[in-house]
C-alpha cells in the first residue's frame, strides 16, 4: 500500500532550549531530521512536512514538500490535518520531527493494518497512545476539521469518533523489542540520552529503555 509520509516540524521547544531546534540537534552524528527522512524516504510516495513561516529554513530542499500549517498555533491536530490536505496518497505515516529512532519495519506493517480503518496507533503502557508515530486516512479530514474549527485540539478524543485500529504492546515489541521507535526529544536531558542510545546502536551493545511514554494527546 503506497503511503505519504507527514513529519510535523513545528511545536514549542522551551524544555528543549532555544539555541538548538529539536529536528536539527545532533544524534550519533547527524541531524534528527536527517534520520527520519532516511528512515521514511524508501518506504514513502511522497513526503510532507508541515512547519510554520518562522521554521521554514528546513535543510531538505528538493527532498519534500514544504507546507506552512493551515491552524498555526492549534498544535499538533492542525499540522496532521495540514499535512492530509496536501498528501498525494490516503494514507499517511504521520510521525514528530523529534524521533530519531523510528523503525521502517515497524511503520511498514502499520500501514498493513490500515485496510478498512481511518487511523492506526500504538497503544503503549497505561493505555496511553502515540498519535504522532501514527497512520491516518484522508477520510480523517472533515471530522479533524470539525474539531479544529470548535477549538476541541486534543488528538485522542478524535479516535471515537473514528475507526481505529490499536497496535498493541505484543505486536509492536516483535518488531521493536526496545521500544525505540517512540522515543522523542523533550528535553536536553533526553538528547544526551539519545546520543548514548545511538552510540549503543552503533557499537551493539545491548540497550534498555524505561519510561517510554507519551504526553501528546
Request: aromatic share 6%.
Amino acid at each position: 500500500m503506497k503511503a505519504t509520509s507527514i513529519i510535523l516540524y513545528g511545536g514549542k521547544e522551551r524544555r528543549f532550549g532555544s539555541r538548538t531546534s529539536k529536528a536539527l540537534a545532533s544524534v550519533g552524528g547527524r541531524p534528527v531530521i536527517e534520520r527520519i527522512m532516511s528512515v521514511l524516504e524508501p518506504i514513502s510516495s511522497q513526503i510532507v512536512i508541515v512547519t510554520s513561516p518562522e521554521k521554514m529554513d528546513i535543510p531538505l530542499a528538493g527532498r519534500a514538500a514544504v507546507v506552512i500549517d493551515a491552524y498555526p498555533g492549534k498544535g499538533p491536530l492542525g499540522g496532521i490535518y495540514s499535512g492530509l490536505l496536501r498528501a498525494e496518497c490516503h494514507l499517511s505515516i504521520v510521525v514528530a520531527c523529534d524521533m530519531p529512532f523510528l523503525n521502517a519495519t515497524l511503520l511498514t506493517r502499520m500501514v498493513q493494518m490500515a485496510a478498512g480503518m481511518d487511523v492506526v496507533v500504538p497503544r503503549l503502557a497505561g493505555g496511553m497512545v502515540e498519535p504522532l508515530h501514527a497512520i491516518y486516512d484522508r477520510t480523517c479530514l472533515a471530522k479533524m476539521k470539525d474539531r479544529l474549527e470548535a477549538g476541541h485540539l486534543p488528538i485522542t478524543p478524535l479516535f471515537q469518533q473514528l475507526r481505529v485500529r490499536y497496535v498493541e504492546r505484543a505486536e509492536y515489541l516483535v518488531i521493536d523489542p526496545r521500544m525505540l521507535s517512540f522515543f522523542n526529544l523533550n528535553s536536553v536531558e533526553d538528547l544526551a540520552r539519545a546520543n548514548r542510545i545511538a552510540h549503543q546502536l552503533d557499537s551493539g551493545e545491548n540497550i534498555r529503555i524505561s519510561g517510554v511514554g507519551s504526553a501528546r494527546l
